[in-house]
């Protein structure tokens, strides 16, 4: 049997800086894609949403929706309020879709979504994976035989606003958005390296990625002593602006902090900037479990 063409399944990743859309079939091949820059306001968001949505559909059936959104939400009601879009709060972004597109409509923390992506792109089939996110803000997804782990009532597990030995600078530029002075978050993510460097992070010095590098490895450290995963593996603008060099100076500092757990292995995402996206579409063919 062929891949039906006239029915198409859209992902979502809705960042504090950019949206992303795209349709894909049910096989999981991106058909159409677009990008736009993400508009401060809530209506101005939505509407824009709605737009992409449509372009990428092309007048096709929209099957089902799955999407990408920063923290905190609640994944069940659909209802979110992500933290480095201040307009957005207790958005029945579920119920809105649904209304609008009539078909069933999947939305997680954007670092869980990216997990399931990467999972299903990385093939490695491991008990306990972590994928973890460096962009605007920071985050992690924990995967246990591919199924999402999820805390106390459903709680998404806040890996990056974890207190860490740093090294900084500028100690006193040290804030978390999430209002804690200390948070591994507030060091490693790009909106922590602008307001500590005064710069976005593909400017900063040797020097200054090593100060990243090295709490970022202390944050690997934690990560890995409580989870105790076989394979962590990273993505999101900062990661992959970082690269192999960033990835490697933190892992070394990670394996030489570990005392009392193996060392998990540590990779750079194969997705790149697209992992949320293909974790939308995975989740928009497949729902959430």
């Excluded at 993400?38 to 949505?53: E, F």
């Amino acid at each position: 049997m062929g891949v039906d063409a006239e029915r198409v399944y859209v992902g979502l990743d809705i960042g504090g800086t950019k949206l992303m859309v795209a349709a894909a079939d049910e096989t999981g091949r991106i058909l159409r894609r677009v990008r736009a820059s993400t508009p401060p306001g809530l209506d101005d968001g939505l509407t824009l949403l709605h737009q992409m949505i449509a372009e990428v559909a092309e007048g096709t059936h929209v099957a089902g929706i799955g999407a990408a959104v920063g923290g905190p939400l609640d994944a069940r009601q659909g209802v979110v309020s992500p933290l480095h879009q201040p307009h957005w709060r207790d958005v029945p972004l579920k119920t809105l879709m649904e209304a609008r597109w009539s078909c069933p409509f999947f939305v997680d923390v954007d670092t869980n979504v990216a997990a399931a992506g990467e999972y299903a792109a990385d093939r490695a089939g491991v008990p306990r994976f972590l994928y973890l996110t460096l962009s605007t803000g920071m985050g992690g997804g924990f995967l246990i035989d591919g199924k999402i782990y999820r805390g106390s009532r459903d709680a998404h597990p806040e890996v990056a606003h974890q207190a860490i030995p740093f090294r900084c600078t500028f100690p006193e530029r040290v804030t978390c958005e999430c209002g804690a002075p200390d948070c591994l978050e507030a060091l490693v993510s790009g909106n922590g390296i602008r307001r500590i460097y005064g710069k976005a992070a593909e400017h900063l010095s040797d020097t200054e990625w090593s100060e990243v590098a090295y709490n970022l490895g202390q944050g690997l450290r934690n990560i890995a002593t409580i989870y105790a995963p076989d394979l962590i593996i990273l993505g999101g603008g900062v990661a992959v602006g970082g690269g192999e060099m960033l990835i490697g100076e933190a892992t070394r500092v990670m394996t030489r902090h570990l005392k009392l757990v193996p060392a998990p292995d540590v990779r750079l995402s194969q997705l790149g900037y697209d992992t949320a996206l293909y974790g939308a579409l995975l989740i928009a063919r497949q729902g959430l479990d």
